[in-house]
């Protein structure tokens, strides 16, 4: 497997193929809309939260790839939870697909050398580390996702993981 290969396994392992952990589709498969909202307590995250989490950043990090400015960053990093507070739940999730599928998309089209470039004069790391990063980012807030079923008690072995 070449660098790309292994940029694109990585995105489709946290978007919709399952192998060492379960995948983002596999992990809100049959959560209501209740379920993607509920909190153990308010320090905590709801799935709701996370997926808008994954959806700012995943996004933010593709245009900047697809050299697509970013509208300046209001607020913090906390904010980011919040971002998709205005949707309805399918349409949170379609939106991380269709972010994934993007992601999917624009790395197998991409130049070869593309993985090899610096991000930008700010961040001083390739797209290969940053996409690396990017991915592991996903796998643990999906990671995250099955602990909040599993409490919750909307989480099934038969989807992955005991």
């Not at 700012?56 to 245009?63: A, C, D, G």
């Not at 993007?102 to 797209?127: A, I, M, R």
């Amino acid at each position: 497997m070449n660098k790309k290969e292994i940029i694109l396994e990585q995105l489709q392992l946290c978007h919709n193929k399952s192998y060492w952990f379960v995948s983002f589709q596999k992990a809100i498969t049959g959560l209501t809309e209740e379920q993607a909202k509920w909190k153990i307590h308010d320090a905590e995250n709801s799935i709701w939260e996370i997926i808008s989490h994954l959806v700012f950043w995943n996004e933010r990090y593709l245009n900047r790839f697809k050299g697509i400015a970013n509208p300046e960053m209001e607020g913090n990093n906390d904010t980011t939870f919040s971002s998709l507070n205005g949707l309805v739940w399918e349409d949170v999730m379609e939106k991380f697909s269709l972010v994934m599928t993007d992601w999917h998309h624009t790395v197998k089209e991409s130049e070869d050398g593309k993985l090899d470039q610096q991000v930008s004069e700010e961040s001083p790391g390739t797209w290969l580390e940053t996409l690396t990063s990017i991915t592991l980012h996903n796998a643990y807030h999906i990671g995250q996702i099955v602990t909040i079923r599993k409490i919750q008690g909307s989480w099934s072995k038969e989807q992955g993981v005991s």
